[in-house]
T-cell receptor, first 112, second 109 residues
Framework: SQTIHQWPATLVQPVGSPLSLECTVE??????LYWYRQAAGRGLQLLFY??????ISSEVPQNLSASRPQDRQFILSSKKLLLSDSGFYLC???????????FGSGTRLTVV | GENVEQHPSTLSVQEGDSAVIKCTYS??????FPWYKQELGKRPQLIID?????GEKKDQRIAVTLNKTAKHFSLHITETQPEDSAVYFC????????FGSGTKLNVKP
């Protein structure tokens, strides 16, 4: 079964600074990849998903962007962080159809 | 897109009692309905799922029911234990997952 590596685990960044979160997948090829954000005490908001290299779909308008430079690598970026970007960011992966996400361990981002 | 609503937002039960969490969805194309458990500060973990061609599924103390006509599905936990305390999320999926807002379950010993 697939394993998702996500880093860093925690991150404190000042407002206006750039962001780069990385997610890599092992144990499978051609996965569907997803970025979710979870605000404190809230649900999971789908930010981006990708069905292949260079194919990115955005669910909500925001100052974040995503890229998939390799089959099993998914990157979440921002040029200038806002306070509202704080949250728990989770990368997820599915293979062979939509059945059952595997989540990464998450990155807790605090923008100060 | 899909809209998933989940109720209640918080649920407190006594150890040994049953807990029921309900979700509704809007997109009739959704055909897969997983439930996740998230402990504080950790990633969500899949606990049970059901596909649209099935009305009920059970795994030990956990069961899920699906009513496709009414577009709602429910999670049932029987004989609750303190370690069941967590936040539970439902989701509906056709090719992407849309999650409910979560239910914080507190099982009192």
């Amino acid at each position: 079964s697939q394993t998702i590596h996500q880093w860093p685990a925690t991150l404190v960044q000042p407002v206006g600074s750039p962001l780069s979160l990385e997610c890599t997948v092992e144990g499978t090829s051609n996965p569907n990849l997803y970025w979710y954000r979870q605000a404190a005490g809230r649900g999971l908001q789908l930010l981006f998903y990708s069905v292949g290299i260079g194919q990115i779909s955005s669910e909500v308008p925001q100052n974040l962007s995503a890229s998939r430079p390799q089959d099993r690598q998914f990157i979440l970026s921002s040029k200038k962080l806002l306070l509202s970007d704080s949250g728990f960011y989770l990368c997820a992966c599915t293979t062979g159809g939509p059945y059952g996400y595997t989540f990464g361990s998450g990155t807790r981002l605090t923008v100060v | 897109g899909e809209n998933v609503e989940q109720h209640p937002s918080t649920l407190s039960v006594q150890e040994g009692d049953s807990a029921v969490i309900k979700c509704t969805y809007s997109d009739s194309a959704s055909n897969y309905f997983p439930w996740y458990k998230q402990e504080l500060g950790k990633r969500p973990q899949l606990i049970i799922d059901i596909r649209s061609n099935v009305g009920e599924k059970k795994d030990q103390r956990i069961a899920v029911t699906l009513n496709k006509t009414a577009k709602h599905f429910s999670l049932h936990i029987t004989e609750t234990q303190p370690e069941d305390s967590a936040v539970y999320f439902c989701a509906a999926s056709f090719n992407k997952f849309y999650f409910g807002s979560g239910t914080k379950l507190n099982v009192k010993p």
